[in-house]
């Protein structure tokens, strides 16, 4: 008895160490030593998470808090998987310190904790005694000092130029392409918690948190060059000028735009059937809590099939078939095209050839045409050509040839360059991936891609996937990227589809 006793314990003593390297060392450091600190100003704690298990993961929110603000990574965690966590804590009291904070991971019970120390002996002027709320209303202040963001190579320490930044505020974005200056003036930049994201051709994309206010002085952002990209680091010629600093209002819907949008999405679940709208009642809440009532129409479905009628109004096109100008913006449309060898199974690329010729038969001489292919590696097709120019755009649609495999992250990378170089201020501004599977680029993960079509939306590049395969995993990863691109995911199945996916959705993005 006691010897079973003794292989128990020691049975119960191997699970307990076999959780704690679970959990327990996933997060490190385990505890981040500030040490004594003088000058106190809210420095922020850097945290590395590995997924040890054999299971993707994901953070679960945590609550807002006055004295902690954790930046969780988004979205799921593969297993070996490393990622970057950061805390920053806030207070208004002298001396020791010693924060513990539980955090919960889809599929387990048990928290991995976040543990952080130290001694705070005097506090900077511009020390923080509460969290920002990145939900707070972003006040703007009159500054003493101008904040300047510098961005270096972190490995050479060289301050760089010819960068793409976002700034993504609690009301606004702003920003900045192709700097000419080695530091970027924020001038009109308020108060507020933002996220950082600084892109350079040969670097890898980098995000931060920064909290900016009056005494902001300078922003030092270092990113790291991607070792296997296939771009040439450019340098790019100092002006005495400023830096535009493009200021973006995040939109907001009016009803009638809401309106609109249930109809569409009523006219596609239903484009089969007649559609009847009757006048209904709509309730709207209202700022002071009072309840309102607006007339809008009600879709509603009817069972009887009608003969099929053209679904493209004349007035859509003029006389030569092109796109009418009155009715649509100009387009910058970038294709971005799979040609790696499971595309030539089912006719897959037949299809997009049939769907891609289609489109460019309505395109104008204002519109832009550029196509870019990936396989064994990414490669410029066509650069931005006139829509016009459909003898030269149709050649290059007819050559494309599948093969290989599917780095598709580099040539994501790559269109969305393309996107913003012949960028239309007014127009449609859309890159249109066709795919059938998942990108097996080694040094890009989901996240970056995501935060690519993310970054890209927020200055007006949608991306759309044109999705052909079956796989579940492919199209999951389809369907996020479009959503982070504020683009559409669809799929082409068949000649009849093929016909008329891409012109409706240029149609669809260019419409006045």
């Known amino acids: 008895m006691l010897l079973q006793l003794v292989h128990r314990s020691k049975w119960f003593l191997l699970v307990m160490l076999l959780s704690q390297t679970a959990f327990g060392q996933q997060l490190l450091p385990h505890t981040y030593n500030y040490g004594k600190v003088k000058l106190w100003n809210n420095p922020k704690a850097e945290f590395t998470f590995t997924n040890n298990s054999d299971q993707r993961v994901l953070f679960l929110p945590i609550p807002y808090q006055r004295n902690l603000y954790i930046h969780l990574p988004e979205g799921y965690i593969q297993p070996g998987e490393s990622v970057d966590i950061e805390a920053i804590y806030y207070t208004e009291d002298e001396g020791n310190f010693s924060v513990q904070q539980p955090l919960y991971l889809s599929g387990w019970s048990e928290p991995v904790y976040l543990s952080m120390k130290g001694k705070i002996l005097t506090f900077h002027p511009d020390a923080h005694i509460a969290c920002p709320n990145m939900g707070q209303e972003q006040k703007e202040e009159a500054s003493s000092q101008i904040a300047e963001i510098v961005v270096k190579d972190k490995a050479t320490g060289e301050i760089l130029n010819g960068v793409d930044i976002l700034l993504v505020g609690p009301q606004k974005n702003f920003f900045v392409e192709r700097t000419r200056k080695k530091s970027i003036p924020l001038k009109k930049i308020g108060t507020g918690l933002y996220q950082v994201d600084v892109s350079k051709p040969g670097y890898i994309t980098k995000q931060e948190l920064v909290y900016i206010n009056k005494n ?19 340098t790019v010629p100092e002006t005495n000028s400023d830096d535009q600093i493009v200021e973006i209002e995040k939109p907001k819907e009016s009803d009638q735009d809401a309106i609109e949008r249930l109809r569409k999405q009523m006219d596609e679940r239903f484009k089969e059937r007649k559609i009847i709208e009757k006048d209904v009642m709509v309730i709207k809440e209202t700022s002071d809590s009072t309840i309102t009532e607006e007339p809008v129409p009600e879709i509603t479905q009817i069972d009887t099939l009608v003969p099929e009628v053209d679904k493209t109004p004349k007035e859509d096109f003029s006389e030569s078939g092109e796109l009418n100008p009155e009715k649509y913006a100009s387009n910058n449309v970038v294709f971005l095209i799979d040609e790696s060898s499971s595309m030539m199974l089912k006719g897959k690329m037949d299809l997009l050839k049939i769907s891609m010729k289609k489109a460019v038969s309505a395109l104008r001489e204002e519109d832009r045409v550029t196509i870019i292919v990936y396989s064994k590696h990414a490669e410029v097709r066509l650069a931005s050509t006139p829509g016009n120019r459909k003898d030269i755009i149709n050649a290059v649609i007819d050559s494309l040839t599948p093969g290989g495999r599917s780095y598709g992250a580099e040539g994501l990378a790559m ?95 260019a419409l006045r």
């Open 415 to 509: 269109s969305y360059r393309f996107a913003k170089q012949n960028f239309i201020a007014s127009g449609n501004n859309q890159l249109i991936l066709a795919t059938d599977g998942l990108f097996n680029s080694p040094d890009y993960t989901d996240r970056d891609m995501y935060s690519m079509a993310q970054t890209h939306a927020a200055v007006g590049i949608k991306t759309t996937v044109v999705g052909f395969g079956k796989n579940k995993e492919a199209i999951s990863f389809m369907l996020q990227l479009s959503e982070n691109g504020n683009g559409r995911f669809i799929t082409i199945k068949s000649q009849a589809e093929a016909e008329d996916a891409l012109l409706s959705e240029i149609m669809q993005n």
């Open 216 to 234: 902001t002085q300078q922003i030092i952002v270092e990113i790291e060059r991607n070792p296997n990209d296939f771009d040439v680091i450019e």
